[in-house]
Protein backbone atom coordinates (compact mmCIF):
# COMPACT_ATOMS: atom_id res chain seq x y z
CA UNK A 1 0.00 0.00 0.00
CA UNK A 2 1.62 3.00 -0.95
CA UNK A 3 1.11 6.35 0.61
CA UNK A 4 -1.58 5.42 3.50
CA UNK A 5 -0.16 6.06 6.33
CA UNK A 6 -0.65 4.77 9.72
CA UNK A 7 -1.74 7.29 12.10
CA UNK A 8 -2.32 7.43 15.68
CA UNK A 9 -6.36 7.56 14.74
CA UNK A 10 -8.60 4.65 15.98
CA UNK A 11 -10.79 3.29 13.16
CA UNK A 12 -12.14 4.48 10.28
CA UNK A 13 -15.90 5.24 9.50
CA UNK A 14 -17.08 2.39 7.49
CA UNK A 15 -20.00 2.53 4.93
CA UNK A 16 -21.77 -0.15 3.04
CA UNK A 17 -23.74 0.87 -0.32
CA UNK A 18 -25.80 -1.74 -0.86
CA UNK A 19 -28.77 -2.82 -2.74
CA UNK A 20 -29.66 -6.13 -4.01
CA UNK A 21 -31.45 -4.23 -6.72
CA UNK A 22 -28.63 -4.08 -10.07
CA UNK A 23 -27.98 -0.98 -11.73
CA UNK A 24 -29.69 1.56 -8.80
CA UNK A 25 -26.39 3.37 -8.63
CA UNK A 26 -24.28 1.68 -5.94
CA UNK A 27 -20.48 1.72 -7.70
CA UNK A 28 -21.32 5.49 -8.92
CA UNK A 29 -21.86 6.73 -5.94
CA UNK A 30 -19.03 4.50 -4.14
CA UNK A 31 -16.67 5.76 -6.40
CA UNK A 32 -17.73 9.66 -6.50
CA UNK A 33 -18.48 9.50 -2.69
CA UNK A 34 -15.58 7.82 -2.13
CA UNK A 35 -13.60 10.78 -4.46
CA UNK A 36 -15.30 13.91 -3.14
CA UNK A 37 -14.65 12.27 0.82
CA UNK A 38 -10.58 12.36 -0.16
CA UNK A 39 -11.03 15.86 -1.96
CA UNK A 40 -11.96 16.57 1.21
CA UNK A 41 -9.10 15.92 2.82
CA UNK A 42 -10.32 12.49 4.24
CA UNK A 43 -8.11 9.26 3.60
CA UNK A 44 -10.25 6.91 1.90
CA UNK A 45 -10.18 3.17 0.72
CA UNK A 46 -13.18 1.96 -1.12
CA UNK A 47 -13.52 -2.00 -1.85
CA UNK A 48 -15.01 -3.01 -4.61
CA UNK A 49 -16.89 -6.22 -3.74
CA UNK A 50 -18.68 -6.91 -7.09
CA UNK A 51 -17.54 -9.59 -9.07
CA UNK A 52 -18.30 -7.15 -12.10
CA UNK A 53 -15.35 -5.06 -10.53
CA UNK A 54 -16.91 -1.82 -12.19
CA UNK A 55 -15.45 0.02 -9.41
CA UNK A 56 -12.38 0.49 -10.50
CA UNK A 57 -13.26 1.82 -13.90
CA UNK A 58 -13.75 4.63 -12.53
CA UNK A 59 -10.55 5.07 -11.17
CA UNK A 60 -8.82 3.61 -14.68
CA UNK A 61 -7.97 0.75 -13.82
CA UNK A 62 -7.21 -2.07 -16.06
CA UNK A 63 -7.66 -6.04 -14.40
CA UNK A 64 -4.34 -7.89 -15.31
CA UNK A 65 -4.56 -11.47 -14.81
CA UNK A 66 -1.69 -11.82 -12.42
CA UNK A 67 -2.62 -8.68 -9.84
CA UNK A 68 -3.78 -10.17 -6.64
CA UNK A 69 -7.67 -8.72 -6.39
CA UNK A 70 -9.80 -9.01 -3.56
CA UNK A 71 -10.41 -12.29 -4.03
CA UNK A 72 -7.05 -12.74 -2.37
CA UNK A 73 -8.31 -10.98 0.83
CA UNK A 74 -11.42 -13.87 1.33
CA UNK A 75 -8.94 -16.91 -0.69
CA UNK A 76 -5.35 -16.51 0.16
CA UNK A 77 -4.37 -15.70 3.88
CA UNK A 78 -0.54 -15.20 2.78
CA UNK A 79 -1.43 -12.56 0.87
CA UNK A 80 -1.27 -9.43 3.14
CA UNK A 81 -4.36 -7.04 3.07
CA UNK A 82 -1.78 -4.42 2.44
CA UNK A 83 -0.59 -5.50 -1.08
CA UNK A 84 -4.31 -5.49 -2.38
CA UNK A 85 -4.54 -1.66 -1.78
CA UNK A 86 -3.95 0.78 -4.90
CA UNK A 87 -3.38 4.07 -4.51
CA UNK A 88 -6.06 5.73 -6.91
CA UNK A 89 -5.57 9.35 -6.44
CA UNK A 90 -4.44 11.79 -3.56
CA UNK A 91 -5.91 10.67 -0.12
CA UNK A 92 -7.95 7.49 -2.31
CA UNK A 93 -7.29 4.14 -2.23
CA UNK A 94 -9.05 1.21 -3.51
CA UNK A 95 -8.45 -2.80 -3.31
CA UNK A 96 -10.18 -4.00 -7.02
CA UNK A 97 -12.23 -7.07 -7.63
CA UNK A 98 -12.58 -9.85 -10.40
CA UNK A 99 -14.51 -12.19 -12.11
CA UNK A 100 -13.97 -15.07 -9.92
CA UNK A 101 -15.09 -13.39 -6.91
CA UNK A 102 -18.11 -14.74 -8.08
CA UNK A 103 -16.98 -18.67 -7.26
CA UNK A 104 -15.73 -17.23 -4.02
CA UNK A 105 -19.56 -17.26 -2.69
CA UNK A 106 -19.98 -20.74 -3.20
CA UNK A 107 -16.15 -21.79 -1.37
CA UNK A 108 -16.80 -19.46 1.38
CA UNK A 109 -20.04 -20.78 2.47
CA UNK A 110 -17.53 -24.11 3.31
CA UNK A 111 -15.44 -22.36 6.15
CA UNK A 112 -15.81 -21.36 9.46
CA UNK A 113 -16.84 -17.84 10.67
CA UNK A 114 -17.19 -16.88 6.86
CA UNK A 115 -19.08 -13.43 8.28
CA UNK A 116 -16.17 -12.51 9.55
CA UNK A 117 -13.38 -12.58 7.27
CA UNK A 118 -13.72 -9.40 5.33
CA UNK A 119 -13.15 -7.39 8.86
CA UNK A 120 -10.52 -9.83 10.34
CA UNK A 121 -8.56 -9.24 6.81
CA UNK A 122 -8.75 -5.24 7.13
CA UNK A 123 -8.65 -5.02 10.41
CA UNK A 124 -4.83 -4.01 10.32
CA UNK A 125 -5.03 -1.72 7.34
CA UNK A 126 -8.00 0.14 8.94
CA UNK A 127 -5.93 2.49 11.02
CA UNK A 128 -4.69 4.36 7.72
CA UNK A 129 -8.11 4.93 6.86
CA UNK A 130 -10.51 7.65 7.68
CA UNK A 131 -13.59 6.79 5.92
CA UNK A 132 -13.73 3.42 4.11
CA UNK A 133 -16.19 2.84 1.71
CA UNK A 134 -17.86 -1.00 0.56
CA UNK A 135 -19.11 -1.32 -2.98
CA UNK A 136 -21.72 -4.39 -2.30
CA UNK A 137 -22.75 -6.78 -5.43
CA UNK A 138 -26.38 -6.87 -6.32
CA UNK A 139 -27.46 -9.66 -3.40
CA UNK A 140 -27.78 -10.19 -0.35
CA UNK A 141 -25.10 -12.75 -0.04
CA UNK A 142 -22.04 -13.69 1.81
CA UNK A 143 -20.34 -11.15 0.50
CA UNK A 144 -22.90 -8.58 1.43
CA UNK A 145 -22.97 -9.70 4.85
CA UNK A 146 -19.07 -9.92 5.18
CA UNK A 147 -19.80 -6.16 4.18
CA UNK A 148 -22.06 -5.42 7.14
CA UNK A 149 -20.22 -7.39 9.55
CA UNK A 150 -17.81 -4.57 8.93
CA UNK A 151 -19.70 -1.80 8.63
CA UNK A 152 -20.83 0.96 10.93
CA UNK A 153 -23.25 2.48 8.13
CA UNK A 154 -25.72 1.06 5.63
CA UNK A 155 -26.83 3.68 2.63
CA UNK A 156 -28.70 1.86 0.07
CA UNK A 157 -28.71 3.93 -3.41
CA UNK A 158 -32.04 3.28 -4.93
CA UNK A 159 -34.47 5.18 -7.21
CA UNK A 160 -37.65 6.92 -5.86
CA UNK A 161 -40.09 3.89 -7.64
CA UNK A 162 -42.85 1.56 -5.53
CA UNK A 163 -41.05 -1.89 -5.71
CA UNK A 164 -37.55 0.11 -4.16
CA UNK A 165 -39.87 0.35 -1.25
CA UNK A 166 -40.44 -3.09 -1.22
CA UNK A 167 -36.83 -4.20 -1.77
CA UNK A 168 -36.24 -2.04 1.21
CA UNK A 169 -38.36 -3.96 3.67
CA UNK A 170 -36.17 -7.11 2.98
CA UNK A 171 -32.93 -5.30 2.59
CA UNK A 172 -33.34 -3.68 6.38
CA UNK A 173 -34.28 -7.79 7.49
CA UNK A 174 -30.88 -8.79 6.51
CA UNK A 175 -29.54 -5.84 7.92
CA UNK A 176 -31.55 -6.64 11.05
CA UNK A 177 -30.04 -10.27 11.20
CA UNK A 178 -26.22 -9.08 10.78
CA UNK A 179 -26.77 -6.34 13.38
CA UNK A 180 -28.22 -9.13 16.20
CA UNK A 181 -26.43 -11.38 15.33
CA UNK A 182 -22.80 -10.43 14.01
CA UNK A 183 -22.44 -6.18 14.79
CA UNK A 184 -23.88 -4.71 16.78
CA UNK A 185 -22.67 -1.14 15.79
CA UNK A 186 -24.43 -1.45 12.67
CA UNK A 187 -26.86 1.07 11.32
CA UNK A 188 -28.80 2.43 8.69
CA UNK A 189 -27.90 6.24 7.63
CA UNK A 190 -30.83 6.32 4.93
CA UNK A 191 -31.38 5.90 1.48
CA UNK A 192 -29.64 7.77 -0.98
CA UNK A 193 -31.81 8.50 -4.13
CA UNK A 194 -30.27 7.80 -7.24
CA UNK A 195 -30.44 8.93 -10.87
CA UNK A 196 -33.51 11.40 -9.40
CA UNK A 197 -36.21 13.00 -11.51
CA UNK A 198 -37.52 15.71 -9.08
CA UNK A 199 -40.39 16.40 -11.31
CA UNK A 200 -42.04 13.16 -11.34
CA UNK A 201 -45.15 12.99 -9.11
CA UNK A 202 -44.76 8.99 -8.69
CA UNK A 203 -41.28 9.76 -7.43
CA UNK A 204 -42.42 12.59 -5.05
CA UNK A 205 -44.91 10.12 -3.50
CA UNK A 206 -42.41 7.41 -2.94
CA UNK A 207 -39.87 9.67 -1.38
CA UNK A 208 -42.61 10.87 0.99
CA UNK A 209 -43.79 7.26 0.97
CA UNK A 210 -40.44 6.49 2.54
CA UNK A 211 -39.66 9.54 5.03
CA UNK A 212 -42.84 8.26 6.68
CA UNK A 213 -41.63 4.87 6.67
CA UNK A 214 -38.67 5.66 8.41
CA UNK A 215 -40.13 8.06 10.97
CA UNK A 216 -42.72 5.47 12.14
CA UNK A 217 -39.31 3.85 13.81
CA UNK A 218 -38.27 6.85 15.27
CA UNK A 219 -36.34 5.18 19.15
CA UNK A 220 -37.73 1.88 18.11
CA UNK A 221 -33.44 0.85 18.98
CA UNK A 222 -33.70 -0.83 15.46
CA UNK A 223 -30.93 -0.47 12.92
CA UNK A 224 -32.61 2.15 10.76
CA UNK A 225 -34.22 4.36 14.10
CA UNK A 226 -32.55 7.27 12.73
CA UNK A 227 -32.06 7.12 8.88
CA UNK A 228 -33.71 9.55 6.48
CA UNK A 229 -33.93 10.25 2.71
CA UNK A 230 -30.14 11.85 2.74
CA UNK A 231 -29.88 15.25 0.83
CA UNK A 232 -29.29 16.43 -1.79
CA UNK A 233 -31.01 13.52 -4.27
CA UNK A 234 -28.46 12.92 -7.21
CA UNK A 235 -29.74 14.28 -10.22
CA UNK A 236 -29.58 11.87 -13.20
CA UNK A 237 -26.49 13.73 -15.08
CA UNK A 238 -25.42 11.92 -18.33
CA UNK A 239 -21.50 12.88 -17.43
CA UNK A 240 -21.63 10.18 -14.17
CA UNK A 241 -22.41 7.89 -16.29
CA UNK A 242 -19.58 9.06 -18.98
CA UNK A 243 -17.05 9.26 -16.40
CA UNK A 244 -16.01 5.81 -16.47
CA UNK A 245 -15.27 5.60 -19.84
CA UNK A 246 -12.42 7.67 -19.34
CA UNK A 247 -11.40 5.89 -16.52
CA UNK A 248 -12.43 9.27 -14.67
CA UNK A 249 -14.63 10.27 -10.72
CA UNK A 250 -17.26 12.96 -11.88
CA UNK A 251 -14.36 15.56 -10.35
CA UNK A 252 -11.86 14.75 -12.83
CA UNK A 253 -14.42 14.27 -15.74
CA UNK A 254 -16.80 17.07 -15.12
CA UNK A 255 -15.69 18.84 -12.02
CA UNK A 256 -18.14 21.56 -12.49
CA UNK A 257 -21.60 19.60 -13.47
CA UNK A 258 -24.79 18.53 -11.86
CA UNK A 259 -23.22 15.25 -10.76
CA UNK A 260 -20.22 16.91 -9.19
CA UNK A 261 -21.74 19.14 -7.00
CA UNK A 262 -24.50 16.70 -6.36
CA UNK A 263 -21.80 14.10 -4.49
CA UNK A 264 -19.83 16.84 -3.28
CA UNK A 265 -22.89 17.81 -1.40
CA UNK A 266 -24.07 14.84 -0.29
CA UNK A 267 -20.52 13.84 1.11
CA UNK A 268 -20.59 17.01 2.97
CA UNK A 269 -23.52 15.74 4.58
CA UNK A 270 -23.24 12.55 4.94
CA UNK A 271 -20.13 13.90 7.30
CA UNK A 272 -22.50 16.07 8.96
CA UNK A 273 -24.54 12.70 10.59
CA UNK A 274 -21.27 11.48 11.89
CA UNK A 275 -21.52 11.74 15.90
CA UNK A 276 -18.17 12.63 17.61
CA UNK A 277 -15.97 9.12 16.72
CA UNK A 278 -15.84 7.21 19.39
CA UNK A 279 -13.25 4.51 19.49
CA UNK A 280 -14.60 1.44 18.08
CA UNK A 281 -12.78 -1.42 20.05
CA UNK A 282 -14.69 -4.49 18.25
CA UNK A 283 -11.97 -5.81 16.03
CA UNK A 284 -8.97 -4.92 18.12
CA UNK A 285 -10.59 -6.05 21.54
CA UNK A 286 -12.36 -8.59 20.40
CA UNK A 287 -9.04 -10.53 18.93
CA UNK A 288 -10.33 -9.82 14.99
CA UNK A 289 -14.36 -10.93 15.70
CA UNK A 290 -17.01 -8.13 15.47
CA UNK A 291 -18.85 -7.51 18.33
CA UNK A 292 -21.64 -9.96 19.52
N1 LIG B 1 -27.10 10.03 -11.47
C1 LIG B 1 -26.91 9.32 -12.58
N2 LIG B 1 -27.22 9.85 -13.80
C2 LIG B 1 -27.06 9.12 -14.92
N3 LIG B 1 -26.64 7.85 -14.96
C3 LIG B 1 -26.31 7.27 -13.80
C4 LIG B 1 -26.42 7.96 -12.55
N4 LIG B 1 -26.05 7.12 -11.56
C5 LIG B 1 -25.70 5.95 -12.16
N5 LIG B 1 -25.87 6.03 -13.50
C6 LIG B 1 -25.65 4.97 -14.48
O1 LIG B 1 -26.58 3.92 -14.20
C7 LIG B 1 -25.99 2.66 -14.41
C8 LIG B 1 -26.04 1.84 -13.12
O2 LIG B 1 -25.26 2.50 -12.14
P1 LIG B 1 -24.27 1.70 -11.19
O3 LIG B 1 -23.37 0.80 -11.97
O4 LIG B 1 -23.64 2.68 -10.30
O5 LIG B 1 -25.32 0.82 -10.40
P2 LIG B 1 -25.07 -0.42 -9.44
O6 LIG B 1 -26.16 -0.38 -8.44
O7 LIG B 1 -23.68 -0.42 -8.95
O8 LIG B 1 -25.26 -1.64 -10.44
P3 LIG B 1 -24.96 -3.19 -10.11
O9 LIG B 1 -26.04 -3.65 -9.22
O10 LIG B 1 -25.00 -3.84 -11.46
O11 LIG B 1 -23.61 -3.26 -9.46
C9 LIG B 1 -24.56 2.92 -14.88
O12 LIG B 1 -24.55 2.90 -16.28
C10 LIG B 1 -24.28 4.33 -14.38
O13 LIG B 1 -23.33 5.00 -15.18
MG1 LIG C 1 -22.22 -1.93 -9.00
Known amino acids: MKGARASNKTQPRVIALLNQKGGVGKTTSTANLGAAFALAGLRTLVVDLDPQSNLSLHFGHEPAPDQPTV ?6 PEIAASELIREARENLWFIPSDTELALVEGELALQPNMQHILAERLASSMPSFDVVLLDCPPSLGVLTVNALTLADDVIVPTQAQYLALRGLEKLLETVLLVQRALNANLTVAGVLLCMHESQSGHGKAVVHEMESYFEKYRGSGLPWQDAEVLRPAVRRNIKLAEAPSFGQTIFDY ?38 S
Open 71 to 76: RDLFMN
Open 254 to 291: APTCAGAADYRALAEAIRARWKPVQARERLAATDGTAA
